[in-house]
């Protein structure tokens, strides 16, 4: 199984995860934010990404803190870019993006009060990543001419597999 919590694994990758191994590593993205315990979710470690799709970096902040935080991302110069902060609430709880372009890559790093390895970006990374390995080859390209059409990573994987709430379906896989 992939440690997906290091990002090691992308130099062996496909083409676009060498890329984003390299983009990533070349700014230091994971080592700034090494006291948040960064992880990459969402589609590109799982190789089901499409052109445009963005690296997901989660991790783990309070929020009482949010301004040590940004004043700490600032002073790493992590934020010499134009950045977009937002803080939507997921599941009842107030969370904190922050949307740039890095290279070519368009970035979300999504924070919550939460370890990163039981956010729910990891955890359906994590099921997803299992039936794709069972599945194969045939129903990876399905998911990726869904997303393709535009259907978001969680509902293809619920039209494939008919789960009724895949949000919530996949959690419990």
């Known amino acids: 199984m992939i440690d ?45 990404d499409i052109e445009g799709s963005d690296l997901d970096i989660i991790f783990e902040v309070d929020l009482r803190f949010e301004e040590d935080f940004l004043d700490d991302l600032m002073l790493s110069r992590f934020i010499p870019y134009d950045v977009d902060v937002e803080h939507p609430v997921v599941n009842g709880e107030r969370c ?39 599945k194969g080859e045939k129903f990876k390209q399905k ?14 994987f619920g039209m494939l597999m008919d789960l009724e709430n895949p949000y919530e379906d996949l959690l419990k896989l």
């Open 4 to 48: 997906f919590t290091r990002i090691d694994y992308l130099k062996n990758g496909n083409e676009r995860q060498k890329r984003a191994y390299e983009v990533l590593s070349k700014h230091r993205i994971f080592e700034k934010l090494k006291d948040y315990s960064p992880i990459l979710a969402g589609t590109v470690p799982i190789e089901i």
């Open 96 to 134: 904190i993006t922050l949307n740039f372009i890095l290279e070519g890559f368009p970035i979300e790093i999504f924070g919550q009060n939460k370890p990163t390895t039981e956010q729910n970006a990891y955890l359906h990374m994590l099921a997803e990543h299992k039936i794709l390995q069972e």
């Open 143 to 156: 998911i990726i001419e869904l997303k393709k059409q535009g259907i978001k990573t969680e509902p293809a």
